[in-house]
Structures are given as structure tokens and as C-alpha cells.
């Protein structure tokens, strides 16, 4: 009784620090591919930590909150039939070679379970309306920190040769995800909230504007130096969509002065490391590297073609010879799991950008955060292109909070029309005559 009094009284109320772990542990990896034959996502102990907590609370009776239950959301639906897809793969990658890889079993089954276990966890873990701006503050203070002592590092390797993990390969910053394409992503998705949000004004704190514009410069120089061609592309569309999201708000002074921050920014930074930029640019865009990607989606497109209902099985891509797998989400899914794998997968992202336009709906801060995250959606649409976006954690957080941004905005909704409901009917005044 005394451990479930303690559970009760000091674990449960702080349930919700988990969610923050998570949040803060996202641009962290540690390459274990030769113990577990994986990356472990550090954010995913904190997941699993956090659930075991949750359940071992709930089954104790400790819990005092019953909104930390699981409840229902726009995506459950669309998620259940996500995993029948995974698990039709899986049969099909059975019958068609006799055996299931681990590749398939853990990297994309398990995989897709943890990453929608996240989805619910922040769902159910958010809660009241003070958490999501804790969330946001989490998520770019540890990607903004996280980055800085990447580009450090990656200075430091360039100036004097130290070697780190955070460089990846030809002169790749990796950060700590390993992988140059999630940590593009990451910084895709953290700088486009951080210029939303300076762009709608959301604080009136100078320092915090100039803080804020100084992590959106060094994301920026981040995003460059991954040499992610993926997560340029994703850029550009992000961008568009902020734009287009901000078009009223983005008076004449402030696009001046942006352009001016932006133009000033650029300029010292080829000043000084202008060989190198062009270097970079120049190995990305090669022909044969692009060349390459078309002749995986190429390769994919040939697998649909053998079977274009139900695909070739989940991970059989792979056990037909190909070199590495189909750096593309649509075709991965339409090749490995066919038509009916790319129409549960459209279906979910359409059910996702409803709940972002609902969430567009909304006023004041959670309007800020809504475009910010719109636009990072559909920048992780364009990621998409280039590599199997379906498996980048910020993607689901993307989803976790385009679900709560739609339920707050329902919310308000209801409660200012039951506020409307309440006021009297305007009757007669006393000074008009009642009708004989």
C-alpha cells in the first residue's frame, strides 16, 4: 500500500515528464547495428519508460488522472488499418520467399508499432492546454542545442581534422541521429516552426526574437551542411506553405526586414566558408547521385508492376538484390505492399491534413503553432520523396499534434456556442407597447 500511495502521489501527477524525455531525446541516436542490428532512438527508451510507468500505475490503481486514459482519436481508425497493411506484408513476404528477415520483423513492423505507440503517448500525455507550448519549447531548445554542438564538431573536423560521429561520409553533418537524412528532417521541421513563430509575432520579447532568429540562422546552417537533398526539397515545400499561410500577416516591413536578416546572414556565411558551400552543393547535385535515386524508384516501380494489388511483401525489396532500399515512401509502399498499401497510406496523411486545417481554425498562440506545423507537414510530404519518411519520429509528432491542435479547436468551438446558448433571447423592451 505504501509503494502504491507513493506511485500515486509522487509518479503519476509527473507522468507527463516522460512526454517532455521523449521530446528532448529526439535528435539523439547511438549506432548499434553490430549489438542489435539497429539505431537505437534514445527518445524510444523514454517511450518505453514512460508506457511501463503508465501501465504499472493504471494496473496499481495509482493513477489520479483519468484523462491520461487512451482515447479516441481522428486516427485510429487509419492506424489499425496501417497495421493490418504491415502485417498483409509480412504474409506476402512469407509465401513469396519462405522466410521473414529481421530487417522486416523489427526495423518495419516493430518499428511502425513504436512509432504509433508514440503517436497515442503524446496524445494521451499532453493533456491540459499549457503542455503543448512546454512541448514546443522542449523540442527546439534540445534540437537548437543539439545542433550547435554539431556544427562545433563538424568545425572542428573541417579545420583540423577531429573526428566525431556527427559527421557522416563525405563531409555530411549527421548530427548525433547518425543518419544525414533524420537530421535533416529534424532541423527541417524545428526551423519551420521557429519561423513560424517569429514570423506571427508569438512573442513580444525582443531577446527572445533575436534568440529565436539566431536558432532559426544556425538551423539553417545545419540543414545546409547535411547535404540532404531530401530534406532541401522538403525545405522548399515548407517554406512555400508558410508563406502561403502567412500571406496576411507578411506586411512589407517585415519581408524587408527578413530579406535583409536572410541576405546579411548569407553573405558572411559564403564570406567564409564559401568553397565549401559550393562544394557541397556541388557533390549533392551531381548527375550520378540523382541518377541513382531515380533507378531505386525505377526499380520499385518494376516490383509494382509484378504486383501491383498487394505488392512483392514487406523487406523482399532488399532479398531480390537490390543494393540498399527505395529512398521514396510512395513507392516503397506502393512496391512492397501495392495499391492497397499507398491508398492507407494517402488516406491517413489526408485524415492528418484535415486535422491540421481544422487546428487552422484556431486563434492566438495555437494559431501560431498550427501554421508552424502545417507547414512542416507538408514540408515531411516533400521529405517523403526523397527517402522513407514514414519512419522519422517528428513525423508522428506532427500527427500527435495536429490531433490535439484539432480537439482544442473543437473545443472552444463548442464552449463558445454553449456560451451563445446561455444568453437570454432578446424580448420586448419595456418601452415598447405589448401587442393587444
Known amino acids: 500500500m505504501r509503494a502504491i500511495r507513493w506511485l500515486r502521489t509522487h509518479i503519476s501527477p509527473r507522468l507527463h515528464w516522460g512526454l517532455y524525455l521523449w521530446v528532448a531525446l529526439l535528435p539523439f541516436q547511438l549506432p548499434l547495428e553490430r549489438v542489435l542490428g539497429l539505431r537505437l532512438a534514445l527518445s524510444d527508451v523514454a517511450l518505453a519508460g ?25 486516427l485510429d481508425s487509419y492506424l489499425a488499418a496501417l497495421v493490418g497493411v504491415f502485417a498483409m506484408g509480412l504474409v506476402v513476404a512469407c509465401a513469396r520467399t ?104 508569438q512573442s513580444k520579447s525582443r531577446w527572445i526574437k533575436v534568440a529565436g532568429m539566431g536558432n ?10 547535411t547535404r540532404s537533398r531530401s530534406a532541401w526539397l522538403a525545405l522548399i515545400v515548407g517554406g512555400a506553405a508558410l508563406l502561403w499561410l502567412f500571406r496576411r500577416q507578411m506586411t512589407w516591413r517585415r519581408a524587408l526586414f527578413s530579406g535583409v536578416v536572410i541576405t546579411c546572414a ?53 532479398e531480390y538484390g537490390a543494393p540498399s532500399i527505395i529512398h521514396n515512401t510512395y513507392v516503397w509502399l506502393l512496391a512492397e505492399m501495392g495499391l492497397i498499401g499507398l491508398v492507407v497510406l494517402l488516406l491517413l496523411l489526408v485524415r492528418v491534413g484535415r486535422n491540421w486545417a481544422a487546428a ?19 514540408a ?32 472552444g468551438r463548442l464552449a463558445l456556442s454553449a456560451e451563445l ?7 420586448p423592451s419595456s418601452d415598447t407597447p405589448a401587442a393587444s
Not at 532559426?216 to 551542411?225: K, P, Q, R, S
Not at 487552422?360 to 507538408?378: C, E, S
Not at 446558448?421 to 424580448?427: D, I, L, R, T
Open 266 to 318: 548569407g553573405g558572411l556565411l559564403w564570406l567564409l566558408a564559401g568553397d565549401t558551400i559550393a562544394s557541397l552543393f556541388r557533390e549533392a547535385l551531381r548527375p550520378s547521385a540523382i541518377m541513382q535515386r531515380w533507378d531505386q524508384v525505377a526499380g520499385g516501380l518494376r516490383c509494382f508492376a509484378a504486383s501491383p494489388l498487394w505488392g512483392i511483401g514487406l523487406g523482399t525489396y532488399r
Open 360 to 378: 487552422l481554425r484556431g486563434t492566438g498562440w495555437n494559431l501560431g503553432l498550427a501554421v508552424g506545423g502545417t507547414a512542416a507537414f507538408a
Open 421 to 427: 446558448a446561455k444568453e437570454p433571447p432578446e424580448g
Open 380 to 411: 515531411m510530404l516533400g521529405f517523403a520523396v526523397g527517402i522513407e519518411a514514414l519512419y522519422q519520429r517528428p513525423l508522428w509528432l506532427l500527427f500527435a499534434l495536429a490531433e490535439l491542435l484539432r480537439q482544442r479547436t473543437s473545443q
Open 98 to 201: 519462405g522466410t521473414l528477415t529481421s530487417y522486416a520483423l523489427i526495423n518495419k513492423s516493430v518499428g511502425i508499432i513504436v512509432l504509433i505507440a508514440s503517436f497515442y503517448m503524446v496524445v494521451a500525455l499532453a493533456g491540459p492546454t499549457g503542455r503543448l507550448r512546454t512541448i514546443l519549447v522542449t523540442l527546439l531548445g534540445s534540437v537548437a542545442a543539439a545542433n550547435v554542438v554539431s556544427l562545433v564538431l563538424f568545425g572542428v573536423w573541417l579545420h583540423w581534422g577531429g573526428q566525431s560521429a556527427v559527421v557522416f561520409g563525405q563531409e555530411r553533418l549527421a548530427g548525433f541521429l547518425i543518419d544525414p537524412n533524420a537530421c535533416g528532417a529534424l532541423l527541417t521541421v524545428a526551423l519551420l516552426v521557429q519561423l513560424a513563430i517569429l514570423i506571427g509575432g
Open 216 to 225: 532559426a540562422l544556425t538551423l539553417g546552417a545545419g540543414l545546409v551542411l
Open 50 to 74: 514512460t508506457l511501463f510507468v503508465g501501465l504499472a500505475c493504471r494496473v496499481l490503481g495509482a493513477c489520479q488522472r483519468p484523462e491520461r486514459r487512451l482515447r479516441r482519436t481522428s
